[in-house]
T-cell receptor
Framework: EPEVTQTPSHQVTQMGQEVILRCVPISNHLYFYWYRQILGQKVEFLVSFYNNEISEKSEIFDDQFSVERPDGSNFTLKIRSTKLEDSAMYFC???????????????FGPGTRLTVL | GDSVTQMEGPVTLSEEAFLTINCTYTATGYPSLFWYVQYPGEGLQLLLKATKADDKGSNKGFEATYRKETTSFHLEKGSVQVSDSAVYFCALRPYNQGGKLIFGQGTELSVKP
């Protein structure tokens, strides 16, 4: 069965450093998402991406964050200058159809655990 | 704004016990509702879903019914197994908002032999 993959599984970085988290969505999917989960808290929506542009972003997704689909397979989340509070599990997800209100499913990757020291 | 509230965990049950995990939501319009499960060390997997009022989602012995009158989507299973031990997340997808999911805080289930 097709699956979303993410690399690395665990990233440790120093505060102020840039990190790039990578995701490979399911190949025929058109809509891509990033979520994060701070330890012990809810899974929170960060951003959605369709047709090579951001379609929606949350308040969390400030200027320190960016997303890109540099080629036909990868979808990346960049944090320019990491803060301690960016430590979390980051999940990528993809969905087949862009139709709002549709019944298709979001498929999630296994997550990248980011630790900022 | 839209939100999801789940019962707090952890929930500890003996094998073959009946499971209920409560989930209520606040949303405008007609959201779709989901239960996702996260097994240790893995990502979120869709367990079941319902897209309109009175729909019942079911999978692997789990069921949940979309109750608009009580804004609830409680997860149930008649007889849990040790392999059901995981974290369960209730989520909603707001209608006509591009597909993002809004999650509850998750409920950890531990099933003892």
């Amino acid at each position: 069965e097709p699956e979303v993959t993410q690399t690395p599984s665990h990233q440790v970085t120093q505060m102020g450093q840039e990190v790039i988290l990578r995701c490979v969505p399911i190949s025929n999917h058109l809509y891509f998402y990033w979520y994060r989960q701070i330890l012990g808290q809810k899974v929170e929506f960060l951003v959605s991406f369709y047709n090579n542009e951001i379609s929606e972003k949350s308040e969390i997704f400030d200027d320190q964050f960016s997303v890109e689909r540099p080629d036909g397979s990868n979808f990346t989340l960049k944090i320019r200058s990491t803060k301690l509070e960016d430590s979390a599990m980051y999940f990528c997800a993809s969905r087949l159809y862009p139709l709002a209100g549709g019944t298709d499913t979001q498929y999630f990757g296994p997550g990248t655990r980011l630790t900022v020291l | 704004g839209d939100s999801v509230t789940q019962m707090e965990g952890p929930v500890t049950l003996s094998e073959e016990a009946f499971l209920t995990i409560n989930c209520t939501y606040t949303a405008t319009g007609y959201p779709s509702l989901f239960w996702y499960v996260q097994y240790p060390g893995e990502g979120l997997q869709l367990l079941l879903k319902a897209t309109k009022a009175d729909d019942k989602g079911s999978n692997k012995g789990f069921e949940a019914t979309y109750r608009k009158e009580t804004t609830s989507f409680h997860l149930e299973k008649g007889s849990v197994q040790v392999s059901d031990s995981a974290v369960y997340f209730c989520a909603l997808r707001p209608y006509n908002q591009g597909g993002k999911l809004i999650f509850g805080q998750g409920t950890e289930l531990s099933v003892k032999p």
